[in-house]
Nanobody
Framework: QVQLVESGGGLVQTGESLKLSCAAS????????MGWYRQAPGKQRELVAT???????NYADSVKGRFTISRDNAENTVYLQMNSLKPEDTAVYYC???????????WGQGTLVTVSS
């Protein structure tokens, strides 16, 4: 069973950068898709970015040009480089994975990102 552990959250000021990491364990195979979602207080969880083993990426419009997703397929680790952070990026960021296109999603425990103005 795949398990995800996120790291890298914290408190930054507007315009600064952070890099999140998410390491998957529990499978010897490359995970089909890994990515990041976020949930701000009082809001629904939303897509941030995903990256498949094919190289296909999907970004939320709100983060395009500021955030970059990357991954190490051999290590089943996904990263999210967040630049030019804004207060509206404040949220709990959750790592997500789906081992194959037919599998259910697996979620990490979340890491808090707070951007002060």
């Amino acid at each position: 069973q795949v398990q995800l552990v996120e790291s890298g959250g914290g408190l930054v000021q507007t315009g600064e950068s952070l890099k999140l990491s998410c390491a998957a364990s529990g499978t010897p195979y490359s995970i089909y898709i890994m990515g990041w979602y976020r949930q701000a207080p009082g809001k629904q969880r939303e897509l941030v970015a995903t990256l498949a083993t094919t190289g296909t990426t999907n970004y939320a419009d709100s983060v395009k040009g500021r955030f970059t997703i990357s991954r190490d397929n051999a290590e089943n680790t996904v990263y999210l480089q967040m630049n030019s952070l804004k207060p509206e990026d404040t949220a709990v960021y959750y790592c997500m994975s789906r081992a194959t296109p037919l599998d259910f999603e697996v979620w990490g425990q979340g890491t808090l990102v707070t951007v002060s103005s």
